[in-house]
């Protein structure tokens, strides 16, 4: 078989996808993905969900988990989130980093779906991207992992791998985003960011990527990286 290791260009190469997902698909289950792959699977409410996802922001996978476990535990709905007084809030997300922010993130977003979405999380794009605090990728994390919608969430690892694997060359999470529509088979668009969020958690890491031990370092042509462990 080929050594895509020696395959340094073209820029852009897709061949390798089905392989590379089928590997990583047996390498990171279920069981071992990400807090909002676990709520997926649980089918839990879209609202938790989304709040989750805010939550999640520069946060590690444990400590989203378990505060958003905290929170919902006192405040499960967006009429008691809004109603949360801000300092109280802060003190409960504390852990999670940039908690101010957050804090008045969760409190605007739960008063809008109250006041604009009858309490309830909007299933299409349009909707949930028109609310101050939601952006594309968690907009597509809330259609895919709770709606079961066929959306793409691009986070830094889903942007940052797929141009080390040569499938796309972009600047942009956007552009990724853009591109892997056009190139990623439906059939792994709902596990696409579980795998690749801790896939590039653990070992295609952002600077030295563990390549020693990566499961599919052999159709990987390590695209712009410097040093590897």
């Not at 938790?48 to 919902?72: A, G, Q, W």
């Not at 967006?78 to 008045?104: F, R």
């Not at 969760?106 to 605090?133: A, T, W």
């Not at 793409?152 to 797929?162: A, K, L, M, N």
């Amino acid at each position: 078989m080929k050594n895509w290791e020696q395959n340094k260009s073209p820029r852009t190469d897709t061949r390798s996808i089905p392989i590379v997902m089928s590997i990583l698909e047996k390498h990171f289950n279920y069981t071992e993905r990400t807090t909002l792959n676990r709520m997926r699977q649980e089918k839990s409410d879209p609202f938790k969900i989304l709040i989750s996802c805010l939550l999640s922001l520069r946060s590690r996978d444990e400590t989203t988990e378990k505060i958003s476990r905290e929170l919902f535990e006192i405040a499960d709905s967006p009429e008691k989130i809004s109603k949360i007084p801000l300092k109280k809030l802060e003190g409960i997300i504390y852990s999670t980093g940039h908690y101010h922010k957050k804090a008045m993130t969760l409190k605007y977003v739960s008063k809008e779906l109250v006041e604009r979405f009858n309490s309830k999380v909007p299933e299409n794009k349009e909707d949930l991207i028109s609310i101050k605090g939601i952006g594309p990728k968690t907009a597509n994390i809330v259609l895919n992992f709770a709606f079961n919608q066929p959306y793409i969430p691009v986070d830094v690892h889903c942007h940052r791998i797929p141009n080390r694997l040569g499938w796309v060359s972009t600047k942009t999470a956007e552009r990724t985003e853009q591109e892997l529509i056009k190139i990623l088979p439906k059939q792994y668009w709902f596990e696409f960011n579980g795998i690749f969020v801790l896939f590039g958690r653990t070992i295609c890491t952002p600077v030295s990527p563990r390549c020693s031990i990566c499961p599919i370092r052999r159709y990987c042509p390590r695209i712009d990286v410097l040093k590897s462990r």
